[in-house]
């Protein structure tokens, strides 16, 4: 669960958007369909695309349930926000901190706690999975349950995501593809294929236009942006050292 919403975490930013989020749960009208949503295990590893992340509010998540967040900024004020709903937070995004999320988040799926995650999160590029999602689900020996999550009513940002922020009353869709087992052969392809297919599934369901994953060029000042903030992480740690 986490948003493109760039807001420091501090407790007004919390109350404010947790009072979003349950307006928007409360009055919403849910439907919940697609071929996985009759069967569902017991522990799974829940993937939906960045900016659908508010599909976390509808899914049918049994707890123990948690989520992975990014360690910085809009990461951590969802994170906030996630503990007071009674979920498990696992906070990583890169480098030695992705390595210590992914360790963290195996022990708690092979526990029994189901996990929710953005393989195209945290920085982009949009709708291109990150290996991370199936290495955690080959370790901890669980499947990924594609989601896609969509609302008639709603507002779209302008973020590298495309952000859906449902409107409160809207009809919203949440569209469960089939759990997808994950083995040697699995690669990022499969799951952003079946990713997109979910998300597209839901959108029609609610009239709204798909949104395309990242060109080129989009994809290339993603990569650009990311390894310019590691360059700094490094700099800032020899200054330090």
Request: glycine share 10%.
């Amino acid at each position: 669960m986490a948003t493109a919403l760039r807001v420091r975490q501090q407790p007004w930013a919390v109350w404010a958007l947790d009072l979003y989020l349950r307006l928007v749960s409360w009055t919403a009208r849910v439907n919940i369909t697609g071929p996985g949503a009759k069967a569902l295990p017991p522990t799974a590893l829940w993937a939906v695309w960045h900016g659908r992340g508010l599909a976390a509010l509808f899914i049918p998540l049994a707890a123990p349930r948690g989520c992975l967040v990014s360690k910085h900024g809009d990461g951590q004020l969802v994170g906030a926000v996630a503990a007071r709903r009674g979920w498990h937070t696992v906070a990583g995004s890169s480098g030695r901190h992705g390595v210590q999320a992914l360790r963290q988040a195996g022990r708690l799926l092979r526990a029994g706690t189901s996990l929710l995650l953005t393989p195209d999160g945290p920085r982009g590029p949009r709708m291109v999975a990150q290996g991370g999602a199936l290495l955690l689900a080959r370790q901890a020996q669980v499947k990924i349950i594609p989601v896609g999550f969509s609302a008639r009513w709603a507002t779209q940002l302008h973020t590298w995501d495309r952000y859906l922020l449902p409107l409160p009353g809207s009809m919203v869709t949440v569209w469960l593809g089939q759990p997808l087992a994950v083995n040697h052969t699995t690669t990022t392809t499969d799951l952003e294929a079946a990713l997109t297919a979910a998300q597209n599934a839901a959108d029609r369901t609610c009239g709204r236009t798909p949104v395309a994953p990242a060109n080129a060029a989009e994809q290339a000042l993603a990569y650009a942006k990311r390894a310019q903030k590691q360059l700094w992480a490094q700099q800032k740690k020899a200054r330090s050292a």
